[in-house]
């Protein structure tokens, strides 16, 4: 509906998309560090902490703010992003490893990562996903992951965007956005 989430810490802000003028803040206490946002589709938007191991869930009706899921076996949940048959996709910073949460169970998808920092889903349902430490993004398909961008390009990969066929990498050590279109 025009709204932007944006994760700041311990509050979520809520802004005006086209004009950028905050709406809200949504402060979560026990929040140490929110990192990314997704909407589900459905009338809530989620927000990572990777210090807790939490996954807070907002609804965009009311603002009302409430555990969605806590557990270790997140090892630091960093991006989120929803399927189209909408399960939820996380992945770890401290574990390495791209999640799948159906039903409240969580089941590891891919793991041997290093730092992951943000996950896509792209139209034909493939999960793209960025290692942070070691430069690259990756691509997980039908059970299978391949190495799209890698070091000799990428240098700290961080959180994700994709639109329109183009893949948004932004590089936290370099202040500066690569977009990469991606050929399907």
């Keep these: ?29 026990q929040a ?7 909407y589900d589709g459905k009338g809530y938007v989620y927000v990572s ?14 603002y009302k703010v409430s555990v969605f899921l806590r557990s270790s076996e997140l090892q630091g949940p960093n991006g989120i992003a929803f399927s189209r048959t909408g399960d939820m996709i996380i992945v770890s910073w401290g574990g390495g490893k791209v999640i799948r949460v159906e039903n409240n169970k969580l ?16 139209d034909d349902g493939s999960i793209v996903f960025s290692d942070f430490s070691a430069g690259k993004i990756y691509e997980l398909r039908d059970g299978r992951f391949r190495k799209l961008f890698s070091r000799s390009v990428l240098t700290s990969p961080a959180d994700i965007g994709y639109c329109n066929g183009k893949l948004f990498v932004p590089e936290f050590l370099l202040n500066d956005v690569k977009v990469f279109r991606l050929e399907r």
């Design 1 to 29: 509906n025009g709204k932007l989430f944006v994760a700041d810490i311990d509050t979520v802000i809520v802004a005006d998309a086209q004009t950028g003028e905050v709406l809200r803040r949504i402060r979560i206490p």
């Design 32 to 38: 140490q560090f929110l990192n990314d946002t997704a």
């Design 49 to 62: 902490d990777t210090q807790t191991n939490t996954i807070y869930r907002v609804d965009i009706r009311n």
């Design 107 to 122: 089941e590891t998808i891919a793991s041997g990562f290093d730092n992951l920092d943000g996950v896509v889903i792209l």
